[in-house]
């Protein structure tokens, strides 16, 4: 991976780690972290060059490397968790994509500039509060530590994404209309986010992570305060949600995806520089 973040402390005696009843679902749960984050950095790195401007173009390339060093971060515990000597090269570059455990917002093409920053801010709303969770309270002192490590980024992209969300919402009325168009699009994905399913169910038993329902309430309330400010309404979709990304069941734009970013190593296995 070109991101440079390491998980320097590897040293840290974590009992999880090699708890062997854990394993399949902390495997997964990690897995869960580590796609999230690759997936999303990858669709955001697509705007690398074709940026609106210069400023915007540098801040989107440098969301997208913190986002790929926090995949290297967790995939590469999830490795040490699976005890089969995978690395985190290995478990991105060289799964299928019924292996991917991203929840299906990610993986949606990039769209325009609006659909770009409304998933943004919808996603760094919820890792906002996942990751400040994992870093104050998670009983696994080598997610803590990764945790505390990606949410000083991630502040910074929740800050940025909510900034121009309100200024390209609040702004003109073309700019409005297709900002509106991008919260229609993305919300019935975003319900993804907080479904629960056995594996988080197993890793809140253990201390791990948390309810994902518990952290519902206080994502609406920025979420809510957000596009309240930037005048957009959330479209009423009876609450239906998207499902089945966290199970491995994802939308064809995964494919495509992974067939451009695995490229390199399923042409060349092994190829490093």
């Known amino acids: 991976m070109a991101a440079e973040t390491t998980f320097a402390d590897a040293e840290v005696v974590d009992p999880f780690v090699a708890d062997e009843a854990l394993r399949p679902a902390f495997f997964e749960w990690l897995c869960r972290m580590g796609d999230n984050a690759l997936i999303l950095g990858h669709r955001t790195s697509e705007w690398c060059g074709h940026g609106p401007v210069l400023e915007e173009d540098i801040a989107l390339a440098n969301t997208a490397l913190d986002l790929i060093g926090h995949t290297q971060m967790w995939l590469g515990l999830a490795g040490e968790v699976e005890g089969k000597e995978r690395s985190a090269d290995d478990l991105a570059y060289l799964r299928d994509a019924m292996k991917f455990r991203n929840v299906l917002l990610v993986e949606l093409p990039r769209g325009d500039m609006a659909v770009t920053i409304m998933r943004e801010f919808l996603f760094d709303a919820y ?6 969770w994992l870093a104050e309270n998670s009983k696994s002192p080598r997610v803590s530590e990764i945790a505390a490590k990606a949410l ?11 900034d121009i969300a309100v200024r390209l919402g609040d702004g003109t009325a073309e700019s409005h209309d297709r900002m509106q168009a991008a919260l229609e699009l993305l919300w019935p994905y975003a319900g ?16 791990i992570a948390p309810d994902l329902t518990s ?34 069941r994802h939308t064809e734009h995964l494919g495509f995806l992974l067939a451009e970013m695995q490229f390199l190593q399923r042409a060349y296995p092994g190829a490093t520089w």
């Open 127 to 132: 890792h906002h509060l996942l990751l400040s």
């Open 152 to 162: 000083k980024e991630v502040s910074y992209h929740l800050d940025r994404a909510s």
């Open 215 to 248: 952290l519902r309430e206080k994502w609406n309330e920025r979420v809510h305060d957000v596009l309240d400010e930037a005048t957009l309404k959330i479209p009423d979709t009876g609450g239906y949600t998207h499902l089945g990304g966290k199970q491995g």
């Open 192 to 207: 993804e986010l907080f479904a629960g399913d056995e594996v988080d169910s197993v890793l809140q038993e253990a201390g």
